[in-house]
């Protein structure tokens, strides 16, 4: 049974609220739409995790970033959690979920690999990176709903990849003005772009277009095929899940329809159409059906996964050697032996009371 939230850990929740209420108006939406008994962790491990990417992304050394962040990992699991509002709200998650550490351990190295600007010469690179950084998140929140089966979290990582795939076709331009770039290199160098000389003067040509819209296409299919785990998922899970596929989706539908620029303008999503997509979420996650043929997980995930069916087995080990409650059956049957020998016990009082 989860440990119920301190007075304490509500106020930390509340300001973590505030973060995500700041941050991904997306992910803020379809959480909204989750039960309060994941809402809550949701929001802890959003809080942790926009902290320490801004860690990352702001600090004067890298390494000296990544080098507290673990420390707090260490803290926050062994129960001891440094005195700030994200690290005692993840804290409270880990006690009462135990979540696996080597997720966050990957969504570290995925934000050292932004600090180092790394670049991904394939797409299979490139699920590696949007596996750290994307697919660690979805694994932790498909862990903390209850299915810690492979297939639901591979499924889950694989919707956590598509979203960082249509981030990385929408952000085109707005990271190319920071010197980065994230689209695959080969397919850059196929449609006859040099990826130095067009980060000197980024511009929209149609054969960015065509890399764009291959990195889209990539995406739409991980959506598809993301959509058979939310079946697993709790009942009530299911339309927060559905919410946040249909609309980070519709990010790249809108980016094709206002002409696939995604180097002078960024596609958004207007709170209207996010509602329709809200209300639609619901309609179709109540018809969502388990699937028996499921694909393989995809290759840049599978360690993730691998390594929560580890941490699964480990966690029912130990469960197993905790001392078993006595069955109904036999605390019938020990109840009735009481009740006996109380009678007995009285009956004596009684013989000897009249003799």
Request: glycine residues 6%; aromatic residues 6%.
């Amino acid at each position: 049974m989860p440990l119920p939230f301190t007075d304490q850990a509500d106020r930390d929740l509340s300001a973590c609220v505030d973060m995500m209420r700041g941050g991904s108006k997306t992910f803020f939406a379809a959480s909204r739409l989750l039960p309060p008994r994941i809402r809550d962790a949701a929001i802890a491990l959003y809080a942790f995790c926009r902290v320490a990417d801004d860690m990352v992304d702001l600090g004067d050394s890298i390494e000296r970033s990544l080098k507290v962040l673990h420390h707090r990992l260490d803290r926050i699991y062994a129960g001891q959690p440094e005195n700030t509002v994200e690290d005692r709200a993840l804290a409270v998650v880990v006690q009462r979920h135990a979540l696996p550490r080597h997720l966050l351990d990957a969504l570290l190295d995925g934000f050292a690999w932004d600090g180092h600007e790394r670049r991904y010469e394939t797409m299979e690179d490139l699920h590696g990176y949007a596996a750290r950084v994307a697919g660690s998140v979805g694994a932790m929140m498909c862990w903390i709903m209850g299915p810690q089966e492979t297939v639901t979290l591979a499924r889950a990582c694989e919707l956590g990849v598509a979203m960082q795939l249509t981030n990385i076709a929408r952000d085109v331009g707005e990271d190319a003005r920071i010197g980065r770039v994230y689209l695959p290199l080969q397919w850059l160098r196929d449609e006859g772009i040099d990826p130095d000389t067009w980060l000197l003067s980024p511009t929209c040509t149609p054969a960015l277009q065509r890399v764009v819209e291959r990195v889209l296409q990539e995406a739409d299919s991980l959506y598809k095929q993301s959509t058979a785990g939310i079946a697993h998922l709790p009942r009530d899970c299911r339309s927060a899940i559905m919410s946040a596929n249909l609309i980070y989706a519709e990010i790249g539908h809108q980016l094709r329809r206002s002409g696939m620029d995604p180097v002078n303008q960024r596609s958004v999503v207007s709170g209207k159409r996010k509602l329709w997509l809200l209300a639609r979420a619901w309609f179709r996650s109540q018809w969502v059906q388990v699937q028996r043929h499921q694909p393989q997980p995809l290759a840049g995930i599978a360690y993730l996964v691998d390594q929560c069916q580890l941490s699964a087995q480990t966690l029912a080990y130990e469960l197993a050697l905790l001392p078993k409650p006595p069955r109904i059956e036999t605390m019938l049957t020990i109840f009735e032996r009481l009740e006996m020998q109380r009678r007995q016990a009285a009956g004596q009082r009684v013989n000897r009371f009249m003799q």
